[in-house]
């Protein structure tokens, strides 16, 4: 019988696991996040829950930034403005669009060796209001 070996294979599955996961909530208590990865470099999954930003006159501004500590710079933007009915949504062009969406959803999110990711929400209107966000890296 031929000698077990590991195999090449099986390492590169083994890298794709998860190495951090968490969930937590944007508010004025706490209106950013910073997020270490346990394990660099890796992929990140962020979704940001904007369920209850949909109230009228609501005007929040979500970053997504990434890099060195002291250094990230903007991967997302989003200035969301609402009328009660309807959620107006920017990315930084200026001009907004009606979005149905009640979840956004960034799968894209590379995060380098010594790299942070910091998610901050503004409040540019007068009401607090939560955003949960969950994220998954190593996908």
Sequence with gaps: MPKSVESPKL??????????????????????????PDSLPTKMHLILDISNLNNANDDFTLEVK????????????YKLTSDGTDITCDTGSGTGSI???RRIDI????VYNNEQVV???TKNSATDR?????????I
């Design 130 to 138: 939560d955003v949960e966000y969950k994220y998954v890296c190593g």
């Design 99 to 101: 979005i149905k969406q």
């Design 11 to 36: 390492d590169a599955i083994e890298t794709k696991m998860l190495s951090d996961y968490g969930t937590g909530t944007l508010n004025d208590a706490n209106p950013s996040a910073t997020i270490v």
């Design 119 to 121: 998610v901050s929400r």
């Design 66 to 77: 990434v890099g060195v500590s002291g250094s990230e710079r903007v991967v997302a933007y």
């Design 107 to 110: 799968s894209d999110i590379l």
